[in-house]
């Protein structure tokens, strides 16, 4: 998978990449070597009760799923405090191994709120296991160098159940992140209250390693209330890793936020969106596994006004809608699967997607509606363009893989490459049950400005892989462009990708896959020949310098014809230009892409 797999060092904290087998309901746990009781934090076997509930799914999903593992020795911890439900009153003489006061030497708080008072840089409570009706309302912050920790003591399962946060008259999640920063939450369960929590203008925090499970709003996959789910607004270079979702409403949300970074968690049943950037730029959504037999999983989109008028921003609300600002997301490696099925490209999509110069890449989508959406609407939906869509892998999708909307204010300059879009159903009347081939699906004769350049396009059922909405007919490529040429196609496929096992949903290649050193390169170097760490290409859309968010690393490139690689440190895209941490040697007109072996880049989502 074209996945940067480097260790990043951050002098905020590290992040340890590992390699592990992607897993269905099961609690994602970080790994450590550090001090027994602080290492155990991050890394204890514990198992939510409502772990049962979630739903699995059979079958093996292809390749490694990377999760991110917290180094505590990081934080900057300088004291450890205890919460004990079990407590009748806070004492300086816990003791840990008895949960109780009286023989101990530590300080130790009956309850969530009781322990407010002792907030502050450098301090992690342990909280012991056992159901809180509480929130969890955080209002101090940590700093850089010592953060203020939440986390479930070692071995041990801590729940907050049926509790809200309220603000003015409205009710929101469990955990409250209120104007902060700096602050950890580990393995902090959430059950039965409104919605999961809330960031509200906080910045640099980490949610991680916990359960999410069932807002009272769900209402059995009909709720559509923001508050049902984990609500980010204005808070910015937050990271929500390893975690699980299920049955939110608006699982994940993140209004009017940029550089946060959505990583390893495992989302399952929401009543709208699964999750969804709004107005927000420069986030990264990679390597989760993503399911909503519901409604549709991931949304990008500029925000209408009611977006930005909703009460639960507070001062924060804003009465205008901010159109073209939804820039530079990258969203790769993850699944997209088992999404709901009817007669619609809106719903049950696997992105329903309108932003502008973003990157979508390494994906797989199998057993959604349409696995690409992108969309066309008023207001939040009007300026979709100048994304890069590569090295994607649909296949067996209800309806089609990509839709493509009307275009309004702006659409333009989408380019899709190196995808392999095989075997999808087609969208029919029959609510999507009839095999018509169609893999791509114009809603429109409008020219939109998409281009597909060497991507494997095909079916078993026959050539005609393309179609109108509202229109029996279907085309072949050649058909389609001479008749209508809304969109440019140049130098696809039209076989067989020869997966590992598509059955199986395993899109591995196999040796003899047609799709292996196939692949284009993402752009050209136009620099004039020579050497150097700075070089200017025909175009820098496809890559990722890491966002500035701490601890992330840019895209690793390699030239055409050259087994040299350098890893991307900035992109400027007015001048574009790319910065490498080390020299490289080109000729101008070699292409480059993303690291590869072989002769070329592959196309799907797996290098082989």
Known sequence: ???????????????????????????????????????????????????????????????????????????GFTSTLYIDGR????????????????????????????????????????????????????????????????????????TLVDVDSWDGAEEYGAIWLDQVSYVLVNEIDVRGSIGFGRLLNSHYNIISNSNFNESKIWNDGRGASKRGGLYIAFSHYNRILNNHFYKGTDSLAMVHSNHNLVEGNRMDLAGHDIWNIKCGSYNVIRNNHFSNKNQKIGSVFDCESSTLAWHGNGK?????????????????????????????????????????????????????????????????ATYNYGNRIYNNTFHNNWCTAVA???????????????????????????????????????????????RFMNNNIASRAGEDVLGLWGNPSAYTIRDFENSLGTISFSENLAVDPLFTNEYENDYRLRSASPMVDSGAFLSTVTSASGSGSKLQLADVNSFYDGFAIPGEVGDRVQIEGRTATAVIIHVNHKHKTITLDKALTWKRGEGIGLSYNGLRPDIGAFER
């Open 1 to 75: 998978m074209y996945i940067n797999m480097i260790k990043l060092i951050s002098p905020i904290f590290l992040l340890l990449f590992i390699t592990a087998g992607c897993t269905s309901g099961d609690k994602a746990h970080s790994l450590s070597s550090a001090a027994q009781e602080t290492a155990s934090v991050f890394g204890a076997e514990s198992a939510s009760e409502v772990d049962a509930e979630f739903e699995t799914f059979s079958g093996p999903v292809s390749g490694p799923i990377v999760i991110p593992a917290l180094i505590p020795e990081s934080f």
């Open 87 to 158: 407590l009748k009153q806070s004492c300086a003489d816990y003791n840990a191994s008895s949960r109780t006061c009286g023989d101990g030497s530590d300080r130790a708080f009956f309850s969530i709120a009781a322990a407010g008072t002792a907030a502050a840089p450098g301090v992690n409570f342990l909280i012991r296991g056992g159901d809180y009706k509480e929130a969890l309302h955080i209002s101090t912050s940590g700093t850089v160098d010592a953060y203020l920790g939440y986390s479930a003591y070692p071995g041990e399962v801590v």
């Open 316 to 380: 924060f609300a804003q009465r205008k809608a901010v159109l073209n600002s939804t820039q530079y997301n990258l969203i790769e490696g993850n699944i997209f699967r088992d999404s709901v099925r009817y007669y619609s490209t809106s719903g049950g999509n696997g992105i329903q997607y309108a932003g502008q110069n973003g990157i979508i890449r390494g994906n797989r989508f199998f057993r959604v509606n349409a696995g690409l959406a992108m969309a066309a609407y008023r207001d939040e």
């Open 404 to 450: 493509i909307g009307k275009p309004i204010n702006k659409m333009g300059d989408n380019q899709y490459k190196n995808n392999i879009l095989w075997d999808n159903q087609g969208l029919s009347q029959e609510q999507c049950y009839e095999t018509s081939a169609k893999q791509i699906l114009l809603l429109s004769r409008l020219k939109s400005g998409d």
